[in-house]
């Protein structure tokens, strides 16, 4: 598979300050994005899988890093309730203003919990869940960072599920193409492309998950751009 060079010094616009109407647009594109490619889809199947593995009346406790406005989380709980699942969903994100767009949304799921704090130092409970998900998150960082973030996750969860885009030519047309045919808001037309190119590839991941003591097992898939890790 061909991989793009990493651009580590790209910057996206969401990583600064954004006015309050552009973050909400640029999360609903994201979410809307999640939706339709099948980024849930991806992480919800292995989630679930956990969840069989689990006593039918025992909580599910999943950890969102970088969970953003909750969106992800709120996926989790509405099929925890529709297959009868006690489940809790810990949301930490860094950004205070997308957190209190997260209260709005969550509001009506009080199995969701919102924590602000870096990715690089979660104030985590050792082994206090089952899953420890990061969804488009560890893009955002350097090496180091990614590597703490990784050691922390595994050492709160059982399972550490990595879903991240890949860094390859087709994803970069896929995601430009994307932004563009669907109308998106300019920053995810700008940030879309620049999340491509300051992703890690495989191999990368690989690395940073060894580096942080853990394996990683990683599945591609190229046509939507994606790739998830379990990394144990």
Same mark, same amino acid.
């Given at each position: 598979?061909v991989? !793009?060079?990493?651009d %580590?010094?790209a910057?996206e616009?969401?990583? +600064?300050?954004l *006015?309050?109407a552009?973050?909400?647009a640029t ?5 809307? $994005?999640n939706?339709?490619?099948g ?10 899988r956990?969840?069989a593995a689990?006593?039918p009346?025992?909580?599910l406790?999943? &950890?969102?890093v +970088?969970? +953003?406005?909750?969106? !992800?989380?709120v996926n989790?709980?509405?099929w925890?309730?529709?297959?009868g699942?006690?489940?809790r969903?810990?949301v930490v994100?860094?950004?205070?203003a997308?957190?209190? $767009?997260?209260r ?5 799921y009080?199995?969701?919990?919102l ?6 130092a979660l ?6 869940a089952?899953?420890a998900h990061?969804a488009?998150?560890l ?9 703490a ?6 050492a709160?969860?059982? /399972?550490? &599920?990595?879903?991240? !885009?890949?860094r390859?030519?087709l /994803?970069? *047309?896929l995601?430009?193409l *994307?932004?563009r045919?669907l109308? $998106?808001?300019p920053?995810?037309?700008?940030? +879309?492309?620049v ?6 590839s495989?191999?990368e991941?690989?690395?940073l %998950?060894?580096?942080?003591?853990r ?6 898939h190229p046509? !939507?751009g994606?790739l ?5």
């Amino acid at each position: 598979m061909v991989t !793009l060079a990493r651009d %580590a010094d790209a910057r996206e616009r969401m990583d +600064g300050p954004l *006015a309050p109407a552009d973050l909400g647009a640029t999360l609903d594109d994201l979410d809307r $994005l999640n939706a339709w490619f099948g980024g849930y889809a991806l992480s919800l199947r292995r989630i679930r899988r956990v969840a069989a593995a689990l006593p039918p009346r025992v909580r599910l406790r999943v &950890i969102d890093v +970088g969970g +953003g406005r909750g969106d !992800l989380a709120v996926n989790v709980v509405r099929w925890a309730r529709r297959a009868g699942r006690p489940v809790r969903v810990i949301v930490v994100d860094s950004d205070a203003a997308t957190l209190a $767009l997260a209260r709005r949304r969550t509001a009506a799921y009080p199995e969701i919990v919102l924590v602000r704090a870096d990715a690089g130092a979660l104030p985590l409970r050792e082994a206090g869940a089952e899953v420890a998900h990061a969804a488009l998150t560890l893009h955002h960082l350097d090496g180091d960072t990614a590597v703490a973030c990784l050691a922390q996750m595994a050492a709160a969860a059982r /399972t550490v &599920i990595v879903n991240d !885009l890949l860094r390859t030519p087709l /994803t970069l *047309a896929l995601v430009w193409l *994307a932004t563009r045919v669907l109308q $998106l808001h300019p920053v995810s037309r700008h940030d +879309g492309p620049v999340s491509v190119r300051r992703a890690w590839s495989a191999d990368e991941l690989t690395t940073l %998950a060894e580096k942080a003591g853990r394996r990683a097992r990683i599945a591609r898939h190229p046509w !939507l751009g994606r790739l998830v890790a379990e990394i144990a």
